[in-house]
């Protein structure tokens, strides 16, 4: 079975600051693996996913992750934080047989101190 | 796109009621998707339709919980009875097969209280 481990349910940076969010994967098979993020009281939204090709993602409101296969790793990362990035992020993992199913983590809080 | 819309956005309902939550999904999009989101279990996968046919039904919790889909642009998710245990966030989510994308799309959510 997949899984997913985010380290840290809260993370709080500066405005400015680097934004490093970790994530690492459980797979018997070759994964793909995203990053949504969910604002207050909205659904999610994607950011990036690894789904074999490059392996430094990325994605939208200049994040980026790297796919590490050896140390089952796909963290997410900003060099420079800004408030509107104040919110919850997921890793998820899915299969190639059945990529249409997602397994969560239990998500990453970031908040952003002026 | 209006992109995928779910009603009601809030229900608080007493225990035993019966509950229904609605879903439409974004146009040409051939799966569909209902999560759970509660602070305790996180964001869980309930059930996921291919082509309006259902194809993992394994996260859903209980006989209580029925999950429909009679067209490509509707779904339903309906808990009877309601208990209180039962108060999440219920997703419904949406995607297509185009290339490598498995980009899943979702709506607001509804914010379910049973009282």
């Known amino acids: 079975a997949q899984s997913v481990t985010q380290l840290g349910s809260h993370v709080s940076v500066s405005e400015g600051a680097l934004v490093l969010l970790r994530c690492n994967y459980s797979?018997?098979?070759?994964?793909?693996l995203f990053w949504y993020v969910q604002y207050p009281n909205q659904g999610l939204q994607l950011l990036l996913k690894?789904?074999?090709?490059?392996?430094l993602v990325k994605g939208i409101n200049g994040f980026e992750a790297e796919f590490k296969k050896s140390e089952t790793s796909f963290h997410l990362t900003k060099p420079s934080a800004h408030m509107s990035d104040a919110a919850e992020y997921f890793c998820?993992?899915?299969?190639?047989?059945?990529?249409?199913?997602?397994?969560f983590g239990q998500g990453t809080r970031l908040t952003i101190n002026p | 796109d209006a992109g995928v819309i779910q009603s009601p956005r809030h229900e608080v309902t007493e225990m035993g009621q019966e509950v229904t939550l609605r879903c439409k999904p974004i146009?040409?999009?051939?799966?569909l998707f209902w999560y759970r989101q509660t602070m305790m279990r996180g964001l869980e996968l309930l059930i996921y339709?291919?082509?309006?046919?259902?194809?993992?039904d394994s996260g859903m919790p209980e006989d209580r919980f029925s999950a429909k889909m009679p067209n490509a642009s509707f779904s339903t998710l309906k808990i009877q009875p309601s208990e209180p245990r039962d108060s999440a966030v219920y997703f419904c989510a949406s995607s297509f097969i185009a290339g490598i994308s498995y980009e899943q799309y979702f709506g607001p959510g509804t914010r379910l209280t049973v009282t």
């Open positions: 797979s018997s098979v070759p994964p793909y």
């Open positions: 339709f291919n082509n309006n046919v259902p194809i993992d």
């Open positions: 690894y789904t074999s090709a490059a392996t």
């Open positions: 998820a993992v899915s299969d190639r047989r059945g990529a249409q199913k997602l397994v």
């Open positions: 146009s040409g999009h051939d799966y």
